[in-house]
């Protein structure tokens, strides 16, 4: 054992450049062991010549010899050691803290070695055994009231250090995944700066909503006992079946819409305001002159309120009043929706909603079995297998389920809307009937019957349906401009306190100044306008009204008035795919046999050789005849070296498509849950046009459908056998020997099927490419064809077929049900005995089917990226469906790299996978939900980041709730706008969570429509809602919230120029109706005019949506574009109101007069200098405000002389004040158009 006076620490690499330890030896800095136990280092810096030595002193027992010694820092990672530079000496540094088990002693890592020989050193450690350590770290805390270094155990291995960061993103070296964490410099928040930065924000609305769960007193959830039919028998009460989107109920409409208005301080500020009139000390004018345009403000509010919630409440009722058929003792009765409670037995129709969550009973199909569309609840396409419950399916009558005495039992409602666990319990026998549930038992809320008539039993109602648990709750959308004008006005009331304070200064402090100073803030009110509001709302439904008068997008409904404007700052759109991108139709494009290839303009070539494949056969007399034909052999010779004729070779193809699949054929027919139909199966007429195709995936019925145009149809399947009718109308009989059904992980499907009449035993399989590939017999033509239908945006699909012998087939078969029958790794024998069996099998052709794009999608996108915006594409889909989808629909360019992120389970796996990701420059990203979920948990900013960087992301298999949730990452991450647009009830939760919100009408369901902030008919509107729409509302609505401060600014000016000149009086200069009417007649129909203002023709707008670039930016309304107005305010205020000073002869109510006109002058003409499109309402509003002002001179007496307005004198006073004010801004105007003009002004020129 080595002397405990000798710390043996690692050194710099630059002392050992050529040293590589053995395998199984630590490096030279694995340490000689020291005695002790816990160690505590304290740091003294000193400063050398080119190092940072430190002294340690070692407390805890360490002797007193090593207490001194002279040790060099270094930063220590796996990756190697490096000598830190002057600057970095107080950085964060790891020291490893290693324990060797043999010696029972400890170590330090840190850099560090004490004046001893080299070669010494080095077989010394050499010597040392490697032994696994258990791993400590010392964590330098940069606090200055005690800088020191503390060892901590760590709570990960080694392989699961955090993902570092550099200013330039991830670390760059290449070995950055072992690299260990730096110690993060923790810096306490200012506890008084805190609070006065948002702290107290943040504590008043953590006790709101701290109160609001306590009035909502949330049960816990719990597993439940469900008897059937008897809803009384139900141990709590549960949750009514309603849908609910409203915000508010008749008791909280006026307090809830009081508070969001109140909550604004602009509002808070008015109302204050208005309050202190009542204090006759603070009166400065009439009641009303306050009240009233505050009571207007509120009242419009409440209206417009009342209007979009009544809209709701309609929308609401509407679903909740959808009937259904409940089964009861005494028979069928017709239910609402909103009343179906747990234990209802319920029947659904075929393509009828499901109400609520419920376990699978009973089917009108003789299969026991039915499909669903799931499309509403997790975006996919594929129709749901869902089998009922063997106890009750087998019950003769309906009547039964009531006298069998059965419930379930069903765990507690969860979010996981892909398991779900319970048991179905039958007590009238003896011993109990026991069956266990599963998901495939199960028919959740918001799916659609697709084939048959079901009924169920209500286990969840209401919102604890796996559906509404994973749609999050309505909340107050606030749009962008909103929160700027509200900063705005915050600064303007500073400005405000800060001229009432410099009055009261510049009096002398005299008197009662508390009360002058509130005065002042009375007499200044007008710098923040409340007509602000009122001209805010009133244009926000002006533009709803416009949008949904737009011709060119019918359809189109604005459900939230107060928002439009964020159609015009968007910078991320989230969009889903199924029913958004796509219209859920599959169609057959392209057969290609690899000599020969196949396309949409010549299937007739297909029908020919189809109908002279069978032709020698002759044909049924009736379409029913069951008799078993086989087709003509001509061409399919069985030695394999005779090449086949392009007929043979298409029959084989046709014939290969027809019959490799999952899909069932479904006949209109009367048939009803109890099982009676009027006409059997059997004596049906296969030549029924009312034939539907059931599948669990679209690609299927497409394939069917196809086989079906060209000749080969589909007639009858069961678990046993398939039927193709052929063109000459005879039955081909095949029984189904074996079925291997897809696989995401296998990506394929096979099915072994004997021909009836010839005996032959065929095993057909078809899959994707890369797993198809390497089973097919060698060819030349495979990949390039692949590669080619790829890049026409087609879902490629290889068929191949083995022909097997009733012997090859036994052997086959008894593998593979000893496999089944095996306890131990099942899946993987199962998976070996079919590999057996896929090998050299003969490649018969490659399809090519197009999901269908919905209408100029295309274009639409394309429109989107060039204006700025990031389009990421949630959904649930599988991996490989979504990335075709993002190609076909060019959501990725045709030369974009794709990068698609392998699965992930576990951090280091998470960290490897990122690490391989940025390194790529310029690539698409697809990434499944479960990966994403991983990556969330650990690397939730880097991944963000990196994201963020990628020109398009497709996330796959997401849930709800993932949407939902990365929409918000983005919110918190970047700040910026986000848009999500779906069509699903699985969309709900992602289009709440956006700043705005757009739901398309899809075919299934208007869920996602009834949330949404907007609705759309097509995926292409969305074009013109951004680009035209979002950009004239964002627009119209800053220079109209500008110009309305700017008009009270105006007269706040004048009324400080006025105190000023007369002794800083507080006496106000217009009163009574010359206020309101300044605010409102005179001037409220000009300013509003702007909302009709465009600055750039739609077409103009649509043909270059790089314009769009420009208002995420927010330039419109900035503090640039505030301070021009603030300045041109005082300009204008100031020349009216000394030009009245000046020009007034004796008497002060000519002040008034002189001043009051030429301000309402210079307002008009100064909407004239903004506006930039002139319409005929915009000059009938100009010339109806000086009407009425002209008008209203005749009853205003009390304010004007009746002479003195009449005369010349007062016309060219007022003309010569108005030109002063306006004339200059003119020019200005001029000059800044021609010598700096916008960007948009160069297209329209």
């Known amino acids: 054992m080595y002397p405990p006076n000798n710390l043996w620490l690692p050194v710099s690499p630059t002392i050992y450049p050529h040293y590589d330890p053995p395998r199984n030896r630590v490096a030279p800095w694995a340490l000689t062991p020291c005695l002790s136990v816990q160690l505590r280092i304290l740091l003294r810096p000193r400063v050398f010549n080119n190092c940072c030595p430190r002294t340690y002193s070692l407390l805890s027992g360490i002797p007193q010899a090593v207490a001194q010694l002279p040790l060099e820092i270094c930063r220590l990672t796996l990756s190697g050691i490096q000598r830190p530079n002057r600057e970095s000496a107080d950085h964060d540094v790891i020291i490893p803290f290693v324990r060797f088990p043999e010696a029972k002693s400890s170590a330090i890592v840190a850099g560090c070695l004490p004046v001893t020989s080299v070669v010494e050193r080095r077989k010394m450690a050499d010597s040392i055994p490697l032994q696994p350590v258990q791993k400590r770290a010392a964590y330098y805390t940069a606090d200055r009231s005690k800088r020191r270094y503390q060892l901590e155990d760590e709570a990960s291995p080694l392989d699961e250090m955090p993902l570092m960061m550099s200013e330039e993103g991830f670390e760059n070296d290449e070995s950055d995944y072992q690299t260990l964490p730096r110690a993060r410099i923790t810096r306490r928040k200012k506890g008084l700066e805190w609070f006065l930065c948002g702290g107290w924000k943040f504590l008043c609305t953590s006790c709101c909503e701290w109160l609001i769960n306590v009035c909502r007193r949330k049960k816990e959830l719990k597993a439940r006992t469900v008897w059937l039919g008897c809803p009384e028998k139900c141990e709590e009460k549960y949750p009514r079946n309603a849908i609910k989107n409203q915000k508010y109920n008749i008791f909280t409409f006026i307090p809830g819409v009081l508070y969001q208005q109140f909550k604004f301080f602009l509002n808070l500020y008015f109302l204050v305001v208005a309050c202190s009139q009542f204090v006759s000390a603070l009166k400065i004018g009439y009641l009303y002159t306050y009240w009233a345009p505050l009571g207007f403000v509120l009242a419009v509010t409440m209206v417009r309120e009342a209007a979009d919630e009544y809209r709701r409440f309609q929308r609401d009722k509407e679903m909740n009043s959808q009937l259904y058929s409940k089964l009861t003792i005494r028979g069928k009765v017709q239910v609402k929706s909103s009343d179906i409670q747990v234990g209802d037995l319920i029947i659904v129709e075929k393509n009828q909603r499901i109400p609520a969550d419920m376990v699978f009973l009973r089917t009108s199909e003789k299969t026991g079995s039915c499909f669903i569309r799931t499309d509403q609840l997790d975006g996919e396409t594929d129709w749901k297998l869902k089998i009922a419950v063997s106890c009750t399916q087998r019950l003769p009558a309906l009547g039964d389920l009531f006298s069998i005495n059965a419930y379930v039992y069903a765990q507690k409602p969860q979010l996981d809307i892909h398991s779900f666990e319970g048991n179905f319990t039958r007590e009238d026998t003896d011993p109990s009937i026991h069956e266990s549930l599963s998901i495939e038992n199960t028919l959740w809320a918001s799916t659609v019957v697709a084939s048959g008539t079901v009924i169920g039993v209500v286990i969840y109602t209401g919102k604890e349906t796996r559906s509404v648990m994973n749609t999050s709750n309505p909340k107050n959308k606030v749009g962008m401009l909103d929160l700027e004008l509200n900063q705005l006005t915050k600064a303007l009331f500073l400005a405000l306190v800060a001229l009432s304070v410099v009055m009261v200064t510049l009096q002398g402090f005299v008197g009662p100044w508390y009360r002058y100073l509130f005065r002042f803030l009375l007499l200044f009110s007008y710098i923040i306008p409340i007509s602000l509001r009122v001209n805010l709302d009133m244009g926000k439904a002006a533009y709803g009204w416009m949008i949904m008068r737009d011709e060119n997008i019918p359809g189109t409904v604005v459900r939230t008035s107060t928002i439009p404007e964020e159609l015009g700052r968007l910078v991320y759109l989230l969009t889903d795919k199924t029913g958004t991108l796509t219209q859920n139709e599959m169609v057959f494009k392209r057969l290609h046999l690899g000599t020969v290839s196949y396309g949409t303009d010549t299937m007739d070539e297909i029908q020919n050789h189809i109908a002279s494949s069978y032709s020698l056969v002759q044909p049924s007399q009736s379409c029913n005849n069951n008799t078993s034909a086989t087709p003509s052999r001509k061409g399919q010779s069985s030695a394999p070296k005779v090449r086949k004729t392009v007929s043979s070779r298409v029959h084989e193809a046709v014939k290969a498509i027809a019959l490799c699949h999952n899909v069932t054929p479904v006949y209109e027919s009367r048939a009803g849950v109890n099982g009676e139909t009027e006409y059997s199966e059997v004596d049906q007429d296969f030549c029924d046009e009312n034939r539907t195709y059931q599948a669990s995936s679209p690609d299927e019925v497409a394939l069917v459908q196809w086989t079906e145009s060209v000749g080969l149809t589909l007639v009858n399947r069961d678990l046993t056998s398939m039927q193709l009718k052929t063109p000459g109308g005879q039955i081909l009989t095949f029984c189904i020997l074996q079925i291997f059904p897809f696989t995401s992980e296998s990506k394929r499907m096979g099915i072994i099927v004997r021909e009836e009449s010839s005996g032959d035993i065929t095993f057909y399989m078809k899959g994707a490419d890369v797993a198809m590939a390497t089973i097919v017999q060698y060819n030349d033509w495979l990949d390039e064809e692949c590669g080619n239908m790829a890049r026409e945006g087609l879902r490629t699909l290889v068929v191949a077929k083995k022909s097997l012998s009733e012997e090859q087939y036994q052997d086959f078969e008894n593998r593979y049900n000893q496999a089944k029958l095996s306890m131990h790794d099942r899946a993987l024998k199962v998976a070996a005995v079919v590999e057996s069996l896929e090998r050299e099998m003969e490649l018969l052709c490659l399809t090519g089917v197009e999901d269908q794009l919905q209408t100029d999608v295309r274009p639409t996108l394309e429109m989107l990226r060039n204006a700025g915006i990031k389009i990421w594409m949630l959904t649930g889909d599988k991996l490989e469906t979504a990335t075709c989808i993002a190609k076909s629909s060019h959501l990725v360019s045709r030369n974009q790299d794709i990068h698609i992120f392998r699965p992930v389970s576990n951090r280091s796996e998470a960290h490897l996978e990122l690490n391989a990701f940025r390194r790529k420059h310029d690539c698409a990203l697809v990434i499944a939900g479960d990966s994403l979920e991983v990556c969330l948990k650990y690397y939730e900013h880097e991944f963000v980041e990196l994201a963020c960087q990628c020109p398009a992301v497709v996330c796959c298999r997401c849930s709800p709730t993932q949407k939902a949730h990365i929409v918000k990452l983005l919110q918190q991450?970047?700040?910026?706008?986000?848009?999500?647009?779906?069509?699903?009830?699985?969309?709900?939760?992602?289009?709440?969570?956006?700043?705005?919100?757009?739901?398309?009408?899809?075919?299934?369901?208007?869920?996602?429509?009834?949330?949404?902030?907007?609705?759309?008919?097509?995926?292409?509107?969305?074009?013109?809602?951004?680009?035209?729409?979002?950009?004239?509302?964002?627009?119209?609505?800053?220079?109209?919230?500008?110009?309305?401060?700017?008009?009270?600014?105006?007269?706040?000016?004048?009324?400080?120029?006025?105190?000023?000149?007369?002794?800083?009086?507080?006496?106000?200069?217009?009163?009574?109706?010359?206020?309101?009417?300044?605010?409102?007649?005179?001037?409220?129909?000009?300013?509003?005019?702007?909302?009709?203002?465009?600055?750039?023709?739609?077409?103009?707008?649509?043909?270059?949506?790089?314009?769009?670039?420009?208002?995420?930016?927010?330039?419109?309304l900035s503090f640039k574009t505030f301070l021009i107005w603030v300045l041109i305010s005082i300009y204008q205020g100031g020349i009216l109101m000394f030009g009245a000073l000046v020009l007034f002869e004796s008497e002060f109510v000519h002040v008034v007069a002189i001043s009051f006109t030429a301000l309402i002058l210079t307002e008009l003409l100064m909407v004239a200098l903004t506006i930039r499109t002139w319409h005929w309402l915009m000059v009938v509003a100009e010339l109806f405000s000086l009407a009425s002002y002209v008008a209203s001179l005749a009853f205003l007496n009390e304010y004007f002389d009746a002479a003195f307005i009449t005369t010349l004198t007062f016309l060219w006073k007022v003309l010569a004040i108005t030109v002063v004010s306006c004339l200059p801004l003119y020019i200005l105007k001029y000059l800044k158009r021609k010598f700096s003009p916008p960007s948009y002004s160069k297209l329209t020129s």
Not at 990 to 1019: H, V
């Open 973 to 1116: 991450h970047t700040g910026r706008r986000t848009c999500a647009i779906g069509d699903g009830g699985n969309d709900v939760s992602m289009i709440q969570a956006a700043d705005c919100g757009i739901g398309i009408e899809g075919k299934e369901g208007k869920q996602a429509s009834l949330a949404a902030d907007f609705s759309i008919t097509q995926f292409k509107h969305i074009g013109r809602l951004l680009m035209v729409h979002g950009r004239n509302s964002y627009k119209r609505s800053a220079a109209l919230g500008q110009f309305v401060i700017h008009r009270g600014l105006v007269i706040s000016t004048m009324q400080a120029v006025f105190s000023s000149v007369f002794y800083f009086a507080s006496v106000p200069l217009y009163q009574g109706f010359l206020m309101v009417g300044y605010a409102t007649i005179y001037t409220m129909f000009p300013v509003f005019s702007l909302v009709l203002d465009q600055d750039v023709k739609p077409e103009t707008a649509l043909l270059y949506p790089e314009l769009y670039k420009d208002l995420t930016k927010g330039r419109s």
